[in-house]
């Protein structure tokens, strides 16, 4: 299969690696040249413009960072990629976005899928990621061997149309959101407290933050962000993504954990790993104490 892959950022670049390991053409392109080296010297061939990179494409997979980057893409993508193209958008949108993307490619000839991931760069990197596949019936098994080449296989489930998997992302998203801000204003509380830090992880850990708590408790204790898997910005676009696609539900703790990324992205933190949040509510709670 010939397969132009668009967006080789943290998680593009890792997934676009695995293409090489089938039987594939590989064609990548990234917004900001100098990104494809890896891949080139793996056997990818990189384009210099997305009407090159999608030319003659049997399948064309964006991973860019949000809807208003794909809404730029994508009608370059279409004025230039064959008729019946298989569209695989992985980039996380809203369900309306993906609604919408739909409508696009069926006007102009192109076959859409919604299929986001979960995990991050390290599953990313081993091809385990969780594909949650949204597309019309016909569309499924074209899909499927593609998307199980970064996917892991029993976690590479179709659940539903197209806007059915990125509604279900925005759910997962919006958990781990609302967990992290949840776990800085825990430490927070705890700082205003005068309760050690270290203690309260270890209470913490064995209870409902277990899961973030693991995950990041070493950047925590180094107070360093900066090797970021899934960074501050890209999580304040998913809060707001849920907010939006739910406005009149009142989602109140999201919009709570929106503004405190926000926030968090205001003190600089914006290309930080997500857990800077959990990091800079903990601290905003001990400069507040002093
Ligand atoms: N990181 C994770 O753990 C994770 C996990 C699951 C899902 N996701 C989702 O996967 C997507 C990619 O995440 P990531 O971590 O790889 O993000 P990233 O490292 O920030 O990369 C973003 C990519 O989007 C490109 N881009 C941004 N705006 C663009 C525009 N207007 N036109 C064209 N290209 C544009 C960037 O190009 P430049 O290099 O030119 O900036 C880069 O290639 C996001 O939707 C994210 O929410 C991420």
């Given at each position: 299969m010939r397969v132009a892959f668009l967006g080789l950022g943290r998680m593009g670049a890792a997934m676009a690696r695995h293409v090489l390991e089938g039987e594939n053409e590989l064609v990548v392109w990234n917004r900001?040249?100098?990104?494809a080296g890896e891949l080139v010297a793996a056997g990818a061939k990189e384009a210099r413009a997305v009407a090159d990179a999608v030319e003659g494409a049997e399948a064309v997979v964006l991973m860019l960072f949000g809807p208003d980057s794909v809404r730029e893409v994508l009608p370059e993508v279409l004025d230039h990629a064959p008729s019946g193209v298989l569209m695989v958008n992985?980039?996380?949108?809203?369900p309306l976005d993906a609604k919408e993307f739909g409508r696009l490619c069926e006007e102009r000839g192109a076959r859409y899928v919604d299929a986001p991931v979960t995990g991050t760069v390290g599953p990313a990197t081993q091809g385990k990621l969780g594909v949650l596949v949204g597309c019309r019936d016909q569309d499924w098994e074209a899909v499927r061997p593609l998307v199980e080449l970064w996917g892991d296989p029993a976690r590479v489930r179709r659940v539903g149309d197209i806007g059915a998997g990125s509604a279900l992302k925005l759910v997962v998203n919006q958990g781990i959101g609302v967990v992290a801000a949840g776990l800085g204003e825990t430490l927070r509380l705890g700082a205003v407290l005068g309760v050690d830090r270290d203690l309260a992880l270890d209470l913490l850990?064995?209870?409902?933050y277990g899961w973030v708590i693991t995950q990041k408790r070493a950047m925590l204790e180094a107070g360093?962000?900066?090797?970021?898997?899934?960074s501050v910005d890209l999580l304040a676009k998913d809060l707001a993504l849920a907010v939006d696609a739910a406005r009149?539900?009142?989602l109140a703790v999201t919009q709570a954990a929106l503004d405190d990324a926000r926030r968090t992205i205001a003190a600089?933190?914006?290309?930080?790993?997500?857990s800077a949040i959990i990091g800079h509510l903990a601290d905003e709670g001990e400069a507040d104490s002093h």
């Open positions: 900001t040249p100098g990104r992985s980039t996380t949108v809203g850990s064995q209870g409902a360093d962000f900066s090797r970021a898997q899934f009149d539900a009142g600089g933190h914006a290309g930080e790993d997500y």
